[in-house]
């Protein structure tokens, strides 16, 4: 039980935090394979880490 507080807890703030490196990729602009690639996994990755720290309890006000 232990575990899956902390894997939630990575979750959210991941969630939280992953905006922040879509600025640098759309500035450089998605001009090539690479940077559409690398933009997608962004988004996978930010997708993915929504739905596992959505249960997250410190981020529920008390």
Do not use: C, K, N
């Not at 939630?8 to 992953?18: E, P």
């Amino acid at each position: 039980m232990h575990l899956w507080s902390i894997v939630t807890a990575v979750g959210f703030w991941l969630g939280t935090i992953l905006p922040v490196f879509y600025l640098p990729v759309f500035i450089t602009g998605i001009d090539s394979v690479q940077a559409l690639s690398l933009l997608l996994a962004l988004l996978v990755v930010h997708a993915l880490a929504l739905v596992v720290g959505h249960e997250y309890d410190g981020s529920r006000s008390q």
